[in-house]
């Protein structure tokens, strides 16, 4: 049995789906919650709750270590935050394993930036994003 360890993790963003993905450098670790709601098919008379899938949908999020890109997809995923009137057809892949097939993928929409600085720390920027469409996984 093969265990994955963090460092073999990996992601490849392309701001418009267009087929230039390309893998970002220093992330430092990346994490994504993909949910599916539950619908309610009960009827009178029931005794237990029963229940169908519904919508599939998921949140994610990446920290980059901050080393001032001055171009690239990097920078285009620092700055995916402030694209007005958003298409949310920005694309990832997030990898389980280095150079394998273990991956999510999927549109998303980034919603939101963490910037900050520590005295004596590597810069961190926290980017937040949410699945806009289906999420394909292949775990």
């Given at each position: ?83 007005t009137n958003d ?24 919603t939101g930036a ?26």
């Amino acid at each position: 049995m093969a265990f994955y360890r963090g460092q073999q993790g990996t992601v490849f963003f392309d701001k418009d789906a267009e087929g230039g993905k390309s893998e970002l450098a220093a992330i430092r670790s990346w994490s994504t919650s993909i949910t599916k709601e539950s619908i309610g098919t009960d009827v009178h008379g029931d005794s237990s709750h029963s229940f169908i899938g519904g919508m599939i949908g998921g949140t994610g999020s990446c920290e980059v270590f901050y080393d001032a890109p001055s171009a690239g997809d990097k920078l285009d995923f620092l700055k995916e935050v402030v694209v007005t009137n958003d298409a949310g057809n920005a694309f990832i892949e997030l990898y389980l394993d280095e150079a394998g097939g273990k991956k999510i993928t999927g549109s998303i929409l980034v919603t939101g930036a963490e910037y900050g600085a520590n005295v004596g720390e590597i810069e961190v920027v926290t980017v937040n994003f949410t699945f806009n469409g289906e999420v394909t996984m292949s775990v």
